[in-house]
């Protein structure tokens, strides 16, 4: 559920649209951002705050990747293995970080279409910040930087932590 200081943000965000349905991907953001995954309970929330049907927000939401529909703790760690990546090393980045972080409840990693980086392949993306020049031993660095809090994560939709 939203809290007080959440629905203050949440109607911000509102205000800033003609047509109130326009806020759901921004307040799917602020949710998943606060509980760490989208819950059905936050999409029923935002149903009632745009006057539409929850089942109106999961659509609108499942069509889009960056939404986490069930717990993925702390850091999503988004691996390219596209044309580009491919060919220098993407592959060997995401096995070596699924096998290091397997069972590792606080980091998901997964494996995702191209992040227009291609000119720094390989890339990847933690919590939507970008990495790139990647080995697999250099991405795992990264990865442990931000679990250590060396690197500060912000949330995993992208926002301020
Ligand atoms: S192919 Fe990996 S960033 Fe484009």
């Given amino acids: 559920m939203f809290s ?3 629905l203050v943000r949440a109607h911000e965000i509102i205000a800033q649209y003609p ?7 921004p307040l799917a953001h602020l949710a998943q951002d606060h509980d ?4 059905n309970e936050a999409m029923a929330e935002i149903a009632e705050l745009v006057g539409t049907s929850p ?3 999961q659509g609108v ?5 960056m939404y986490q529909r069930r ?3 702390r850091l999503v760690v988004s691996v390219c293995t596209n044309v580009t990546c491919l060919v220098v090393g993407g592959p060997e980045v995401l096995a070596h970080l699924e096998a290091r972080y397997a069972g590792d409840d606080d980091v998901l990693v997964e494996e995702v279409e ?3 980086a291609c000119g720094n392949a390989p890339a990847m993306q933690v919590n939507y910040e970008y990495h790139e020049h990647l080995t697999p031993e ?8 931000y679990k250590s809090g060396q690197l500060r994560a912000r949330g995993v939709s992208g926002g301020t932590p």
């Fill in 19 to 25: 047509d109130p349905h326009s806020a759901i991907l």
């Fill in 114 to 116: 191209c992040l227009a």
């Fill in 61 to 65: 939401c499942s069509f889009y990747t």
């Fill in 4 to 6: 007080p200081e959440l």
């Fill in 36 to 39: 760490g995954w989208l819950t």
């Fill in 71 to 73: 717990p993925c703790g």
């Fill in 138 to 145: 250099m991405a795992a660095a990264v990865v442990d930087d």
């Fill in 55 to 57: 089942a109106d927000v």
